[in-house]
């Protein structure tokens, strides 16, 4: 079975500073592993994805996300924090392996709150 | 132009009615989803239909039942609506079944069951 975890339900920065929204996972296999973020009202948007290579992804809005396979962590960074970065940030994780039914979904962390305060 | 839209956005309704959720997707994805959001914002996948197949159906009630008529669109319907089922409803797609894909969310059905 896969999972996520993410420790900390609630993060608050000060604009400028940079910020870091954690996860870390578990899969039988290797992962695929995403970060999205949601704004209040509105759907998830995705940010990154890691699929091989690089440990270092970059994605949209200045994120970047640092996969480490020996923590089986995928943090989330940014170097510098925006006000309009406050929103609920997912991580998600699909195992390579899944080939049928559950195995293909994607299975979501419980969400960080980001709060960039100015 | 919205790629993933649904409708209604809210939708308040009594114990024990029927009510569906339409989702439409422009991207000319092959695979859609349903998503469930709970109060605790806690996402769950529901149902996953490509081309129009249903490749996976999570331990949901019976009272929901998904149809797809086409590939671009993904209803839900729900029987005999339970307070339990209040939360927020995503629709979502992506281009096929391949794990490292990612999906496009609608924007989301607020269901209040009173």
């Known amino acids: 079975a896969q999972s996520v975890a993410q420790p900390e339900d609630q993060v608050n920065v000060a604009e400028g500073n940079p910020l870091t929204v954690k996860c870390t996972y578990s899969?039988?296999?290797?992962?695929?592993l995403f970060w999205y973020v949601q704004y209040p009202n509105r759907g998830l948007q995705f940010l990154l994805k890691?699929?091989?290579?690089?440990?270092l992804v970059k994605g949209s809005y200045g994120f970047e996300a640092e996969f480490n396979k020996s923590q089986t962590s995928f943090h989330l960074k940014k170097p510098s924090a925006l006000v309009s970065d406050s929103a609920l940030y997912f991580c998600a994780v699909r195992d390579r392996k899944g080939s049928s039914g559950s195995a293909r979904q994607l299975t979501f962390g419980s969400g960080t709150q980001l709060t960039v305060l100015p | 132009d919205t790629a993933v839209s649904q409708t209604p956005k809210y939708l308040v309704t009594q114990m024990g009615n029927d009510k569906s959720i339409k989702c439409e997707q422009n991207?000319?994805?092959?695979?859609m989803y349903w998503y469930k959001q709970d109060s605790k914002k806690f996402l769950k996948i529901m149902f996953s239909?490509?081309?129009?197949?249903?490749?996976i159906n999570e331990t949901v009630p019976n009272r929901f039942s998904p149809k797809s008529p086409d590939k671009a669109h993904l209803n839900l319907h729900i029987n005999s609506l339970e307070l339990g089922d209040s939360a927020v409803y995503f629709c979502?797609?992506?281009?096929?079944?391949?794990?490292?894909?990612?999906?496009?969310f609608g924007s989301g059905t607020q269901l209040s069951v009173l």
């Open positions: 991207l000319g994805h092959d695979t």
């Open positions: 239909y490509n081309n129009k197949e249903l490749i």
């Open positions: 979502a797609s992506s281009q096929g079944t391949i794990t490292n894909e990612k999906l496009f």
């Open positions: 899969v039988s296999g290797n992962p695929y």
């Open positions: 890691y699929i091989t290579g690089d440990n």
